[in-house]
DNA sequence: ATAATTGTTTAGATGAACCTAAATTAGTAA
DNA sequence: TTACTAATTTAGGTTCATCTAAACAATTAT
């Protein structure tokens, strides 16, 4: 009675209501939805009644609307799809495409809970998406993982290369070249006082990278 | 002016409406297309004028209807990014779900030419799908391939497994055992006289599969 | 050839998701 | 407070893809 099953556009509310949500936390207003949305804000008013049947979000005129436990749970298994179909296309084919995050937005839609834990267990689970934004576990739950720049770790501190800042194609390029990639395993050797550039041990290789990469990179936990 | 964006919906319709017509050889009928789009006449009849204005389709009341080139090609590149989705699926995770084929409906309606290309490379430039059906190329074009089963393959022919045609669970998790699958490379190195099995060696070891096995086995050309 | 059957199309409605324009409410400034 | 402005909602329409029921065309059987 719980499984009804919801079009691609009231997902896509419910996602960009969770993300309104988290940044202003509280009540969202349907100005805002209807920006991101690119719909009217009549149309919203619309939708906010139908999703509010729904028992997906909570809605009072002309007060705004937050999700119901119900809503949030949807929203972040839209996100958590989005979020492993982008590892996926990273992975796939590197940072290639500016298109990668329209295709996860279609992506995103595919329905199949099964398909996307297995996609999960192929990926080993990786903690965040390219972004660094942490991918919400089988169970609808959001973990709080954060990004930490190899800028700032400790010396002797291990991990692994999650994602980077500083998407262009021109660091991309450099990273490939010098062989740091989205899982690359490394240890912080040291720290070079005068310049602030950072000495990698990867797979058992000396690598040094300056300040403003050590700065782009970054592992989790 | 060529790239009309065309509805999941209007895709489907070409799809069906070119498998109809592969089938029988010549005009699709209206409640042909009604069965196996899980509607009415009516609203085939409705959708075949919108097809027949956007050239898709000649429709001629009464008479049933046929592609254009255009719409060939159209309903050519839904089937195309459906079977490389269909041998990605199984790829990643085996013949293990009978929804393989359900989430590929959804898939093959991702717009992004470029992830299907790179998703094809990926895979190895498969002439086939699982269950054997080929592939049509990034141009349109339906290749003629064809399945040959192992059991009707020479001695010291060799070739790659392609597909199975017998999908039940239980033949499956006997070719696991076994070590065949998708991809597995085979040289056919003699045939028994007595009971019709046959022997294959696979990558130096010899293997002998059964005459039922080997009439569920095909690689292609 | 005519009648009966089957297949197909038209007419008129519906629901989802959108729109514009007008009305309403909330919040702010005089 | 009252008047004004900005945000929101309602009213009334549109398009897409569907439906049912009725009309119409084609085919087959007598």
């Known amino acids: 009675m719980n499984e009804q099953e919801l079009s691609l556009t009231e997902e896509n509310y419910l996602k960009i209501i969770y993300k309104l949500e988290m940044e202003h936390k509280g009540e969202v ?13 009549a149309s919203v008013s619309d939708m906010l009644k139908r999703l509010s ?43 290639s495409l500016e298109a990668d995050h329209e295709i996860a937005e279609q992506l995103e839609h595919i329905e199949s809970l099964q398909l996307v834990d ?13 972004h660094g934004d942490p991918i919400p576990n089988a169970k609808g739950e959001m973990p709080n993982k954060k990004q930490i720049f190899l800028k700032d770790m400790q010396i002797n501190q291990k991990g692994q290369i999650m994602g980077v800042k500083d ?37 058992g290789r000396l690598t040094i990278i300056s300040k403003e990469v050590a700065q782009n990179l970054f592992t989790i936990e």
Do not use: C
């Open 118 to 130: 297995q996609l999960e267990k192929v990926l080993g689970y990786p903690p965040v998406d390219p």
């Open 167 to 203: 998407t262009s194609p021109l660091f991309l390029k450099y990273l490939d070249k010098i062989g740091i990639g989205i899982g690359t395993e490394f240890e912080i050797i040291d720290r070079v006082e005068y310049d602030q550039s950072v000495e990698l041990n990867i797979s």
């Open 53 to 95: 049947q729904k028992v997906l979000v909570n809605y009072i005129k002309y007060q705004g609307v937050t999700l119901t436990p119900e809503g949030r749970k949807k929203a972040l298994m839209v996100i958590r799809k989005h979020r492993l179909w982008e590892v996926f296309l990273v992975d796939q084919r590197g940072y």
């Open 29 to 41: 207003t349907t100005n805002a939805i209807a920006d991101l949305t690119n719909t009217k804000a």
